[in-house]
């Protein structure tokens, strides 16, 4: 079993589309074993996304999670990090596949929706990031 960070960005909490995420998890036998609603200060967000702190588009990012409550959880199952990659689809919602949750919902290359870990190393960082030992549960 593994585990992952996943969060529903500002834009995907603003459309009302918590549940309908939630929902694309569970169905796909992914369990969340802790979750909660927050609002990042622009040094959280700049601390969280660090690796792209020399990419052209980093302020415009953390501006962006910034910009209203998120919704994060730890999501666990087999291979989940891949699984999760894969419900998500590609970075820009353009290309990803039929039927992932950027492709429905997202509205441009940066307001994708969700967040995903990409690697057990970055899932082991993320998840420190945002939770402690008492908030995990199962
Ligand atoms: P991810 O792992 O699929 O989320 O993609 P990355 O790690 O490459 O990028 C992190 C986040 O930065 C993405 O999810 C987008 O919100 C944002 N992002 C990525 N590429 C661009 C870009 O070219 N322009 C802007 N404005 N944002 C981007």
Not at 83 to 98: C, H, I, P, S, Y
């Amino acid at each position: 079993m593994e585990r992952t960070l996943s969060i529903i960005k500002p834009d995907g909490v603003k459309k009302n589309i918590i549940g309908e995420i939630i929902k694309r998890f569970e169905d796909n036998n992914i369990k969340i074993i802790a979750m909660k609603k927050i609002q990042l200060t622009k040094t959280q967000a700049q601390g969280f996304y660090a690796v792209h702190k020399e990419r052209p588009f980093f302020d415009s990012l953390t501006s962006f999670m910034t910009s209203g409550p998120i919704v994060v959880m730890i999501l666990k199952g087999e291979n989940v990090i891949a699984e999760n990659r894969k419900l998500m689809g590609a970075t820009n919602f353009k290309e990803a596949e039929q039927g992932t949750i950027r492709r429905d919902f997202a509205t441009d290359i940066e307001k994708n929706v969700v967040h995903g870990s990409d690697a057990p190393e970055t899932a082991l960082f993320e998840i420190g990031y945002f939770f402690n030992a008492m908030e995990i549960v199962g």
